[in-house]
């Protein structure tokens, strides 16, 4: 079983930055894709970024080049950089967890809000 834990939210004026932490543990972090996924209120959730086992990463249209996926395998932690902040990013941030099957290894965190208003 793999836990994850999110940390990082709060609350941030239009422009801003925040960096979101995803800590995991109960399992070899290195071989799994991390993912960050948000959900607005009455939304779909929807992908914000991921980064494979070996680095590659990929990212929603709608903040790409806003933000940033990283890893730390020594620290078993994916981490978001988010920089200049929209009020359409305003949503619950998840942490995911993904290796192949994924019908059996797939796994999500209880979420960060993130909210931008001036």
């Known amino acids: 079983q793999v836990q994850l834990v999110e940390s990082g939210g709060g609350l941030v004026q239009p422009g801003g930055s925040l960096r979101l932490s995803c800590a995991a543990s109960?399992?070899?972090?290195?071989?799994?894709?991390m993912g960050w996924y948000r959900q607005a209120p009455g939304k779909q959730r929807e992908l914000v970024a991921t980064?494979?086992?070996?680095?590659?990463?990929d990212y929603g249209a709608s903040v790409k080049g806003r933000f940033s996926i990283s890893r730390d395998n020594a620290k078993n932690t994916v981490y978001l950089q988010m920089n200049s902040l929209k009020p359409g990013d305003t949503a619950v941030y998840y942490c995911?967890?993904?290796?192949?099957?994924?019908?059996?290894?797939?796994?999500w965190g209880r979420g960060t809000q993130v909210t931008v208003s001036s």
């Open positions: 995911n967890a993904a290796r192949t099957p994924m019908i059996f290894y797939n796994y």
């Open positions: 109960g399992t070899d972090f290195s071989i799994y894709t």
């Open positions: 980064i494979t086992d070996s680095g590659s990463t």
